[in-house]
């Protein structure tokens, strides 16, 4: 499966932005997917991740509240709805698909396809 992340610019702190994830090459619905994110000098992390159908989502404590993961199986796209940005959720974004399951994972070793990430940048 190919991924294709977009969505991402520069936001004031506060603002909003949301980011796409469109998967081709197979079906999505067969993958949980995920969120993960890399600012420079520190280690990739996990933001959010969704179950197959939808039904479970997983949220990382910082971003709890504040960011809304879904999915569209029929169009072969999932979502990242960023609201009240602070400067630390700036990054790169990297939407991923997790080979295996049903339990979505938080580990990126759990996860075999990724997108090309897109740079999101909030300013204070």
């Known amino acids: 499966v190919q991924l294709q992340a977009s969505g991402g610019g520069l936001v004031q702190a506060g603002g909003s932005l949301r980011l796409s994830c469109a998967a081709s090459g197979r079906f999505l619905s067969t993958y949980p997917m995920g969120w993960f994110r890399q600012a420079p000098g520190k280690e990739r992390e996990f933001v959010a991740g969704i179950s197959r159908g939808g039904h479970n989502t997983r949220y990382e404590d910082s971003v709890k509240g504040r960011f809304t993961i879904s999915r569209d199986n029929a169009k072969n796209m999932v979502y990242l709805q960023m609201n009240s940005l602070k400067p630390e959720d700036t990054a790169v974004y990297y939407c991923?698909?997790?080979?295996?399951?049903?339990?979505?994972?938080?580990?990126?070793?759990?996860?075999?396809?990724w997108g090309q990430g897109t740079q999101v940048t909030v300013s204070s």
């Open positions: 991923a698909a997790q080979r295996g399951g049903p339990t979505v994972g938080t580990s990126d070793a759990r996860y075999d396809y």
